[in-house]
Nanobody
Framework: QVQLVESGGGLVPAGGSLRLSCAAS????????IGWFRQAPGKEREFVAT????????YYTDSVKGRFTISRDTAKASIYLQMNSLKPEDTALYYC????????????????WGQGTQVTVAS
């Protein structure tokens, strides 16, 4: 089993920045792809970004490209999401998720989930 704990959420004004962190523990050797999803009130949980085990390949949903950057520190079993130029529509509960697949972007392809960290962007 893999446990994931997110941190770094908060309230920021539009145009501001936040850095989310996700710490993995347990059977971290089983993790291949790891990434972020988000869920706004009344909406489906959606893919935000993922990074492969090597850290060389990253994938982003179109709405965050150029504003968000995902990174991975394998030694610390952690990943990060640097979010810049935040918009009110980025407001959501952000989840860290881990997959055993070498490439994964669909919600169903992820095996382990964190509890989420709230990001609120004020207009």
């Amino acid at each position: 089993q893999v446990q994931l704990v997110e941190s770094g959420g908060g309230l920021v004004p539009a145009g501001g920045s936040l850095r989310l962190s996700c710490a993995a523990s347990g059977q971290t050797f089983s993790i291949s792809t790891i990434g972020w999803f988000r869920q706004a009130p009344g909406k489906e949980r959606e893919f935000v970004a993922t990074i492969t085990s090597s850290g060389r390949n990253t994938y982003y949903t179109d709405s965050v490209k150029g504003r968000f950057t995902i990174s991975r520190d394998t030694a610390k079993a952690s990943i990060y999401l640097q979010m810049n130029s935040l918009k009110p529509e980025d407001t959501a509960l952000y989840y860290c998720a881990a997959s055993k697949r070498p490439i994964a972007t669909l919600r169903t392809e992820f095996d382990s989930w964190g509890q989420g960290t709230q990001v609120t962007v004020a207009s």
